[in-house]
């Protein structure tokens, strides 16, 4: 039995070479050990005086695993987003938007967008491929957008 195994990007290849006679069962106990993509996201459109780490920390902990904050050393923010890094499931969609409320209740929407993104499918939002490999073209309810694509630039 011959057995190797590469990570390419973001995926793992596992080769298995077996002689009629054998028999192989692969278990991979923890199978999220490649659905996470650290990535730094850009919160815009956030009133100045939210630029915290709290609030870092709330925003990053929806869109994924809050990571880290940019913030320079007096802790003030001046930019026109908030800048964090977050951990990312390659397995869902990005979030594009969020509706956040203040303890008024007033509703503030603030737009996110993402950096250094590998391999992000403009069809439906995931990482991990791009839109003409797609497993939403494979479903038989599948219908082409044509060049306006949902996640598309």
């Given amino acids: 039995m011959a057995f190797s195994m590469a990570k390419y990007g973001m995926e793992l290849r596992l080769n298995l070479s077996l002689t009629e006679d054998e028999e192989a069962e692969v278990v ?4 999220d050990w490649n659905c996470k993509e650290d990535s730094r996201v850009f919160v815009h459109d956030l009133p100045l005086s939210q630029h915290t780490r709290a609030m870092a920390k709330y925003i990053g902990n929806i869109i994924g695993i809050f990571l880290d904050i940019e913030l320079p050393e007096n802790g003030l923010v001046w930019s026109s987003a908030l800048k964090l890094r977050v951990s990312l499931d390659v397995s869902k969609p990005l979030k594009r938007a969020l509706r956040l ?14 950096d250094r ?3 992000f499918c403009y069809l439906c939002g995931c990482l991990g491929h791009i839109a003409k490999f797609c497993p ?3 479903e038989d309810d599948f219908i082409d957008p044509g060049e306006s694509l949902p996640y598309g630039p």
């Fill in 136 to 138: 939403k073209c494979y």
């Fill in 28 to 31: 991979i106990p923890n199978s």
């Fill in 101 to 114: 409320f203040s303890a008024q209740g007033i509703e503030k929407l603030v737009t996110l967008t993402y």
């Fill in 117 to 119: 993104l590998p391999n």
